[in-house]
């Protein structure tokens, strides 16, 4: 009989690896970028990707959703896309002579928005309220979502007009938020050299996981040691955003729980069975930043969350090992 996930043993590390080997196929000279994105997946969070056009959002998240061998749906977010069209919608069937569900793009294991910020802020609230409680109530029934459930947004920051911009307390349900960034030179010149000779798309990845292994490995890194002075670190941390005079908005509890999922996925992810603080210092800017929100007059003078929290990395203690 296969053991049930939570019993089952998995080696973290070499999915890890093997996965961000199959996506580096396809999305070059971003190993950082993939790393961070394995890292929402493992921990079973979800993932926004946010840059300006062409510099492979969507390409990152059609690989990562390739990659493993499960239901992964597309939705391409307009301005006249219903909340119907997201979750399912209930229709009569003549032959039963009763209302029928019929699930919407929401169910699968990986979900790409495209462009979420161009849906209406009602299909938006639909989603992201599935993306939190993991399952759809459409006319006072309930269904669960498949686990893991992976919602992997896009949106361009640039180009505004007509969008709905995602209000803070939406994008607090994102477990990271990540910017793709322009490629290096060398990386760039790659590009065009393998371009149209050996070159491969994201629908053409061979999956090297499956929904199971997800689930195992998310299990797993739960169980990864967080140490009580590093506990303490992240709260002191969230603490110091929140007294910032340049914040209107500092991070959460939810915040500081999510860096240290983050952090317990990134150790067992490098094959450690214990975080240390530079896992922490990795994911702060991802995990917190869109989390944060500037006082209009510090905005004023050029402050923005990431100078706001190189601040206050710089000016925490950092535990250091007894010894």
């Known amino acids: 009989m296969a053991q049930p996930a939570a019993a089952r043993r998995v080696d973290v590390a ?38 300006v056009p062409g510099v ?3 390409s990152l998240a059609k690989a990562l959703a390739r990659s493993i061998a499960a239901t992964a749906h597309r939705i391409q977010f307009t301005p006249d896309l219903l909340p119907s069209d997201v979750l399912g919608v209930s229709v009569w069937n003549r032959a039963t002579n009763e209302f029928e569900f019929r699930p919407g793009s929401v169910f699968a294991h990986v979900l790409l928005a495209d462009e ?17 409680e993991r399952q759809v109530t459409v006319e006072g029934r309930t269904w669960g979502l498949p686990r893991p459930f992976l919602v992997i947004a896009t949106q361009n920051p640039v180009d505004l007009e007509g969008t709905y911009p995602l209000p803070e ?13 322009y490629p290096s030179r060398d990386a760039e010149i790659t590009i065009l050299e393998t371009h149209g000779i050996g070159f491969v798309d994201a629908d053409d990845l061979t999956p090297v996981a499956r ?13 990864v040691h967080v140490a009580p ?28 729980l999510a860096l240290q999922r983050a952090a317990q996925t990134l150790a067992a992810a490098a094959g450690r069975e214990y975080v240390i603080p530079d896992d922490v210092k990795a994911l702060a800017s991802t995990v917190l930043t869109h989390r944060m929100v500037v006082a209009p007059e510090a905005e004023l003078r050029g402050v923005t ?12 203690p950092v535990p250091r090992a007894a010894g």
């Open 211 to 223: 929904a199971e292994d997800i689930v195992a490995a998310s299990e797993a890194t739960a169980a």
């Open 14 to 51: 070499g999915l890890f690896e093997a996965i961000a080997r199959n996506v580096e196929q396809v999305i070059q000279g971003k190993r950082d970028q993939i790393h961070l994105a394995l890292v929402c997946l493992i921990a079973e969070g979800h993932l926004l990707i946010e840059d």
């Open 305 to 316: 969350a990431d100078s706001v929290l190189d601040r206050v990395l710089a000016g925490v």
């Open 56 to 58: 492979g959002k969507t």
């Open 116 to 132: 979420i910020n161009r849906a209406s802020p009602k299909t938006q609230s639909a989603l992201l309220e599935a993306m939190q």
């Open 229 to 256: 002075p590093l506990r303490e670190y992240v709260v002191d941390v969230v603490e110091a955003t929140r007294r910032d005079a340049d914040l209107a908005l500092g991070v959460s509890p939810r915040g500081a």
């Open 169 to 181: 307390a939406q994008l607090a349900r994102f477990l990271m938020r990540l910017p793709m960034g």
